[in-house]
């Protein structure tokens, strides 16, 4: 008669459970087995040596607690790995502790330690079922029986796992052929083999599975059985992984034919852009051949304003394209084929004027002294002012040496630029330019129609009270513009040093920024303003803030992880 599931021996409900953790381990195709014995012998006591990624403990733990005996689980491992488990970094035990506490907390405990550290914790005669899987040198996990073995009740259970591997200096089989004729015994060949001996009474549940030895056929069929119950979890696991591959590759698709459409649309662009200038030139030409036509560019830039963190994390959920390292480095390959326009001296620069040092496009992408930051600066300041009496335009900043500040003095007779130092040799060599403490600053109320700072927020000790001075300086209506080192993916700030009592206090590893005026030393920051910036900006005295995203491949605006450059603007 052929046997059914029925006749196969040591074969309960439980073998049929389908783990609650299921992760890759050279044990997995061993939890089958693990959920009938577990039910078979009912262990008081459970202790495992070598946990790793808890796949044979999260399977022991799982049937204790539907109710198959009244035991309590011990997990023994250091969490850093061996010579043939290779090195554990931190998160394997941290994934592990998060997954079993929680879970089995009120009857399982994770001993980090060595397995001869934990033998103080267990009374001698105490366990009842005991798993080694540690280090598997033949020296090594005979060390590990012998030192447990008094630790062993009087009905005691051992598994020893991998019993078939033979490869490099793995042990456990050597030992297992001693251990087999010595003790009640059987042995699993799959799964790198897993063996099983009873030290003292064999208990009443484990007997049919050690009265297979007598019985050739039945215990071949238990070993195939549990085979078969192993390997379609590995199987699971195995589609498992190709489902995430699949997931991974299509993500990977989108992305790509996202970044592809993005490209397509700029050699458009740029096409139209070339047509457009070639048609300008031949027209120039055609009117006066005799004269060389400046070339005809026409700029886009694109601007998005948010005031919160989550509208602008939804943008970059909507236009991802803008935001990929791949795609910032191909706009700028194109910035150095093509040139800029420049939108400050509103004339095109030929790829040979622009000079880009670096990928850090925000800082770089340099023509007359401009950089990409300084454009999208202007450009905002240009679009937030252009209502203002342009002849009668009363503007502050705190710098008067930088090339924007320098531009702005020369085509605003109302501009006042500022710098702060406290070095008197500094100070002399700054005359006639005013020092001014953006603290306490010493015009008069409501005194400019548009302040811009930047880089300069993240110096300043007790940045609130100078965004206070700020407002009350300026006019209602009037338009403040910064920029700064913006954590644009954070809610909150990041301070990095405090003055206490005119002390500086660094709460982190202190930073220096370029100074313009101290080109040696730099300025210390202070704070690293997060999207929280907005809502203290709003305290100090200003009816609205955001944050403007500017972003042109034309005018050469372009910023590392955030494809634009972030501008704050104010309105008092």
């Not at 012998?41 to 044979?56: D, F, K, M, N, Q």
């Not at 914790?121 to 009842?128: L, R, T």
């Not at 049919?208 to 119950?229: E, S």
């Amino acid at each position: 008669m052929t046997p059914t599931s029925r006749s196969v021996p040591c074969l309960s409900p439980a073998s049929f459970l389908w783990p609650d953790r299921l992760v890759w381990s050279g044990w997995i195709e061993h939890v089958p087995f693990a959920f009938w014995l577990v039910e078979a012998i009912e262990p008081r006591v459970l202790v495992e040596l070598g946990t790793h990624t808890g796949a044979s403990f999260s399977a022991f733990c799982q049937t204790v607690q539907m109710g198959n005996g009244d035991c309590y689980c011990h997990a023994v491992d250091t969490w850093q790995g061996d010579k043939h488990a290779g090195a554990y970094a931190e998160t394997v035990f941290e994934e592990v502790r998060d997954y079993l506490l929680p879970r089995y907390g009120d009857f399982a405990t994770l001993h980090r330690a060595t397995f001869d550290e934990a033998l103080s914790h267990f009374a001698d005669g105490s366990v009842d079922l005991l798993h080694i899987d540690g280090l598997h040198t033949y020296e090594a996990v005979r060390h590990d029986f012998e030192s447990w073995r008094p630790k062993l009740s009087d009905r005691a259970v051992v598994l020893f796992h991998d019993t078939v591997v033979r490869r490099d200096d793995f042990g456990v089989y050597r030992l297992w052929e001693e251990l087999e004729g010595a003790f009640p015994s059987f042995e699993f060949q799959h799964g790198n083999g897993l063996g099983v001996i009873a030290v003292g009474e064999v208990p009443e549940g484990l007997a049919p599975l050690i009265a297979l030895g007598g019985d050739p056929a039945a215990a071949d069929l238990v070993r195939k059985t549990y085979h078969v119950l192993g390997d379609r979890l590995t199987r699971a696991l195995i589609e498992a992984d190709k489902s995430r591959e699949n997931t991974r590759l299509s993500e990977a698709v989108e992305t790509y034919r996202g970044q592809l459409l993005h490209r397509t649309q700029q050699l458009e662009a740029y096409i139209a852009r070339t047509k457009k200038l070639e048609g300008a030139l031949m027209s120039q030409q055609q009117m006066n051949p005799t004269e060389s036509a400046a070339p005809a560019r026409a700029a886009e830039i694109i601007v998005h304003e948010f005031e919160n963190l989550r509208d602008f994390v939804a943008f970059r959920q909507r236009s991802p394209d803008y935001f990929s390292e791949s795609s910032i480095k191909a706009d700028g390959d194109l910035i150095g084929m093509q040139g800029i326009y420049c939108n400050v001296f509103k004339e095109a620069a030929p790829p040979r004027d622009v000079t880009i040092h670096n990928e850090n496009y925000r800082e770089t992408i340099v023509y007359r002294g401009f950089n990409s930051r300084m454009r999208a600066v202007h450009h905002v300041f240009e679009t937030a002012t252009a209502h203002f009496p342009q002849n009668d335009l009363k503007v502050f900043a705190p710098e008067a040496v930088s090339a924007y500040a320098m531009y702005m003095r020369g085509r605003n007779a109302k501009f006042i630029g500022s710098e702060y130092t406290t070095d008197p040799k500094i100070r002399e060599y700054l005359f006639p330019i005013p020092i001014e403490d953006l603290h306490a600053l010493s015009f008069g109320e409501q005194a400019f129609h548009a302040i811009f700072v930047n880089e300069v927020f993240e110096h300043v000790p007790y940045l609130d009270k100078a965004l206070s001075e700020l407002a009350r300086v300026l006019k209602v209506g009037g338009k403040l513009i910064s920029t700064f080192p913006f954590l644009g993916f954070s809610e909150e700030s990041v301070v990095r040093a405090k003055l206490e009592n005119g002390a500086i206090v660094h709460l982190t590893d202190p930073e220096y920024h370029g100074n313009p005026v101290d080109p040696t030393g730099g300025s210390l920051v202070f704070e690293l303003p997060g999207w929280n910036i907005l809502d203290r900006i709003r305290a100090a005295g200003f009816k609205r803030a955001a944050m403007q995203w500017v972003y042109s491949i034309d005018c050469g605006i372009l910023a590392p992880g955030y494809g634009g450059v972030l501008v704050l603007l104010a309105e008092k």
